[in-house]
């Protein structure tokens, strides 16, 4: 726990146990201990607040909120109340109470420095930064320390680039900042690199650059002295962006000098070069090229630069660098970009690519290396690129032809450079089949062929596969390659249970939640794992809240530190995770497992949205600054990179799939809030709370008012996701997976879902005209819940037959049924949801009626038919759910009933299988499909104790 | 544009790259949580520097602080990580990043600069004492059991800088320590 002040104050030695219980975990002995020393010492609020802490950790947060507020109200000025205090609301997640606290000890206590210096950091963490600027000016009217201004000066760069509008921030707030820094200039009071470092941040923003070359050039810049070639590096890049190419090129031509491995100069050598050629620039007849010195100015001058640099590579004895020989190509693809014949002076490209891999082949990177100087071979004239080759292949030393007319690589080296030369092969699009065996390290290029294969869809290729891939596991039980390609393809296979060892065996921290976990949330729910689903979703989100909590300690940190240039990247950092495109998908799919799996079963659709504090009249989706966090290159692939449209593509795809599934949950917390409770509990956290206030600010329950724009928004939704899916894309098997939204729309559970979710509406209506005068709504309703059962069975239909389905002794797998089950669940739960709400409105109106009968004796057929129509529904909708049940069952038991080792591998008759394949083989495909089988079970299971569940709620729905 | 070997400043959106998972089996790893990164970033972001090759791979990385008293001599460079992708290996990455980090430490005035390496991973080992690095003093059990193995040693190696004039900083201590006794 934090400090505990002075030692001598009797209060804390009173204290100090409770803290030692928090400590420990103990905080049941804590609270007990508190409530002791409490009934002693009325006064000590700090025993309150701890008490509190004790509550807070023990899950009774409206207790301890309460506590914290009585302890807040009286405005402390000691220092274990606020520091306890601070805990508190951290762990509640309201640090904007941490900026109250310390704002009433300040008007209290004027003078701390301590409290001031809180107050500022309790600003930070909330991103008060206006605030922020006037508590770092306080507090350096307190005491005249040079960070404490600086901390102001830094609040108003924030405020800058926080500001919706670039236009004050260029004449207010930037001007400001750099008015305030040139006064400590002026004044001679600058101390530290950080200010300077500040100050070049400014005049870097505001785009004055001279100004910021002359500080760094200047004796202020003799402080830049941490970063290694600060100094030179920020010159580099004010060159730069003031074209002074001379100096660009000097300084670069120095630095290579230095260290002729370094390819940024190069690469500013070369462009500075090119700018100053088209300038026709010709250095002074007398003095100083340029302020760095020598300036090289002619293609001649930049030939001779790269071949002395080589020429010492040569004679060199330890290893040679690459840059030298790199920069030698990389002159060519630009004397070639602009026509230039000089480029034949540096040699024949294919001649010197091939040298670089004689000399370098061995070494891994030999390939991203040259892969970007592939180009300079004309990739589309065949026979050079098989010369080339060709050629690269000779050179790799291979051992003796085997007995089966293989030549194998006798070393690692060797290994490696034959490696090389069939990944440039792939990448050229020449592709060999070079086939190995025994050397397991080579599995990567087998995989290569064999997912060459599954691109064609030959089923019996994707067994093999994965018997190969299990074998692999197997002898290199912790590559991750293996692991991540086994994953792909149980998933494709609609087999989630192996996924989850192998998820979680990759070890997957932190921010790989965010960039690999679409892998795991992408195919839990929609393959029918819901426990697993839940799983997925809680890791990801356990490291999203935890981001906002530990980044907003360490901006902080920075600016206790000094590093400015730190703090707005630490902010965009917090951003980008909380504005990640996979974060709003597990909120959102998260809090839709729930209701699908518990609303009106276990608690009521109400409860359930009360619980999860979600706000139907709010959209927390980010959509105009949504960051797609994917790593979709986490495949290895020789292939040319994954092209930018697949990235756009999928990332279109994926947001529109979350539109829906979004709507679809804010009209389910619509539809309990139409409920026809008038009070509702009060929230049960202060995040809760906090939602509570704001719809408290919007009007209390939702209204029919709130469905209508959504159902708005979900239909314009669809009808863009049709045009999306129409235009049937196809990613690379390695690429993006798809979304779940073309076959969503395929099995019609959208279209459905939609037609259910505008129902509460029709009947909210009724309910308003009364049924006396309403026969042609009634007749709609009606129709409306007749084709809802009609959708369903259809739906239903679809998920008929054998997961894995055998016809002569052949096996084929048919995940897209256990898919469109799933769909037929989520479906059933809003179908149920909506009829149970409508049934509860109907209910009161068909009473009303009934009294009426009673009086008038006259009979309203339309009503009654009405009544009927829904009250026959609702029973046909029982038997379908009974026939979905049986259903199930069935495909248990024929799954179950399965032999699989009597099976062949599809597209190749037994006889022909025993000879293709050892008995290693065998046994490892063999187990492959047993998982397969496994997870098919598991998934049927509970995609039908679900079903059972919501089959006994429906009994209970009577109108 | 793409760098070939270019050493940079270590920024937040790098920990977004850390799947490099290619073409050999054992990923450039993270091994620690975000807040001990953000942390060194905020304290000592000169010492944690990246290498990135064409398209933006991470190659390798290093991270490092400086502390200790400058009054008991004790001021020096500390290599808290130092990873290279396996595809980058062999081509002398880590000597440079070394290297690097022992100039931050010159300039800083450090008197030397020390790591921490498990007894086991003689690799490792090796390549520090091509790098001029001596073992100081064993530190008994220094890294806590994990995944079944057991408890391990560590070495503390050092190597002198040059205001340590005398090379009293890497004396080897006759015998070995243990953690709580290391500052």
Redesign the interface.
Known sequence: MAARGHVQDPNDRRLRPIYDYLDNGNNKMAIQQAEKLLKKHRDLHCAKVLKAIGLQRTGKQDEAFTLAQEVAGLEPTDDNSLQALTILYREMHRPELVTKLYEAAVRKVPTSEEYHSHLFMAYARVGEYKKMQQAGMALYKIVPKNPYYFWSVMSLVMQAISAQDEKLSHTMFLPLAERMVEKMVKEEKIEAEAEVQLYFMILERLGKYAEALEVVRGQLGEKL????Q?RENKCMFLYGRLEQWPECNALSRKLLLKNP????F??SYFDSLFNLIDQSWTPPEEGNHSAEGEVHCSVAQAIGFVEERLASEEVKET?PL??PY?ARLELISRLRQRGSPDEQQLGEPLELMFQYFVKFGD???CF??L??FLHLLSPDHYVQVAAFVNRLTEAVPLGPVGEDGVALPGDTRALQRHLGAAQLSRCLGLQHALSTDGKLALI?ELRAHYRHGLQFGKEHVLWQCLGLLEEGLAH?P?????K?LLLLLFCRLGAFEPVVDLYSSLDA????H???GYLLTRYAESLGQFAAASQACNFSLRFFH??QK??S???I??Y??G?F??IP??I??RN?LNNSLHFAQVRTERMLLDLYLDADISSTLEESVKNMSLCPEEDDIPWDSLRD?R?L??F?SWNP?LSKEHRQLSLEEESLWLRLRSLTLRLAGCLSGLCHSPQAPPPATPHAQRNAEKSAENGVASKPADMQPLLGQLERTLGQAAQFTDKHQQYPFLGPPPTRLPQALANGSCQCQLVALQLPLHVQELETSGLDQSAELQAQIANLFKSLTVQLQDMLNKCKGDLLEVTDGRCRAQPSLLENLVFFVETVCVVLWVSSHCSGTLRPLKSSLQKKKKKKKETSTVTVSTSWLVWDRCTRLQTLLSQAVEQIQDQESSLTALKLEALSLEGLPQAEVKDTFSCDERTFIKAAMDKVQSSYLRSLQEVGDLLRKRADTLKSLKI | ???????R?F???D?????N???????LA??Y???FY??Y???W??YFVVAE???G?L?GYIMGKAEGSVAREEWHGHVTALSVA???????LAAKLME?LE??SE??GGFFVDLFVRVSNQVAVNMYKQLGYSVYRTVIEYYSASNGEPDEDAYDMRKALSRDTEKKSIIPLPHPVRPEDIE
């Open positions: 002295t941490s970063e290694l600060s491995d370094d390819w940024q190069y690469l290893r690459r840059g790199l070494k891994p990177c991203t290396d892969k970007v990567h290199s912790s590559n991750a390659q293996i991540l921290k932190h921010v790989q965010d960039t690999i935890s981001n530990d980044t300690e360490y901006i940190q920075a206790k530190y590093a240039e730190k990247e630490f965009a950092f980008r966090n790593d290159d986490v290895v990179k | 544009m793409a760098y070939m070997t270019t050493l400043g920024n937040c959106d920990l977004f790259k850390f799947n998972m290619r073409l050999f089996p054992y990923p993270l091994q949580g975000i807040p953000l942390q970033l905020a304290h972001p000169e090759a064409p398209g791979e190659m396996p595809e980058f290996r062999r081509l002398g690097m100039e931050i300039r800083k």
